[in-house]
């Protein structure tokens, strides 16, 4: 018998490492991608471990080039004198059409690009990135409310259903 994933809904060869929670709670997310990116092998070993942080993560585009910087991937502990730096930027593998669309996009007031979740994709480190537009305080303030919102409806729901069945 096959062992079974215990992600549900998930890809079977995704093993997340990191993910920016907060991101969905300050921008409003327009678009996102799936990058690879350029790591050294000490860096691959200490994502391996699960060791990475997302939160002052940031996307910028150089000479039609993508990179990420802020990103902290901690030093691998057993690593010598080969060890990288953690917070160095690190080179996105995109599409030529991708990063031109990203740039011209991303030249607008008030976008920028934030990565999102960290993972492995069937043995190759990969990178969620979204273009994202800030958020206004109130903004923030009514996404929470609309969230306790469904959540209370859900529990009616759910708590009508259960009288129904008794």
């Keep these: 018998m096959s062992k079974q994933t215990k992600d549900k809904g998930k890809d079977p060869g ?10 969905r709670h300050d921008y409003h997310i327009l678009d996102t991608y799936e990058c690879g990116l350029v790591l050294t092998g000490t860096e691959v070993k200490s994502l391996r471990q699960g060791r990475a942080s997302l939160v002052d ?6 000479g039609n080039e993508a990179w990420l910087h802020n990103v ?4 691998y502990t057993q690593g010598t004198w080969t060890n ?4 160095r930027k690190r080179k996105l593998l995109m599409h030529r059409a991708e990063i031109d669309k990203l740039e011209s996009k991303s030249q ?9 979740a960290l993972y492995f994709k069937d043995g190759r480190a990969k990178v969620e990135i979204a273009l994202a ?13 609309e969230q306790q919102d469904r959540r209370e409806t859900d529990r009616a729901i759910s708590a009508a259903r259960r009288r129904q069945r008794a």
Excluded: C, M, N, W
């Design 72 to 75: 902290h991937i901690p030093e």
């Design 14 to 23: 995704r093993k997340l490492v990191a993910q920016h929670k907060k991101a």
């Design 84 to 87: 990288h730096a953690a917070r």
């Design 57 to 62: 993560g940031f996307v910028q585009i150089d």
């Design 108 to 116: 607008e007031s008030g976008h920028t690009i934030v990565p999102l």
């Design 133 to 145: 537009k800030g958020k206004k305080e109130y903004d923030k303030r009514q996404t929470l409310r």
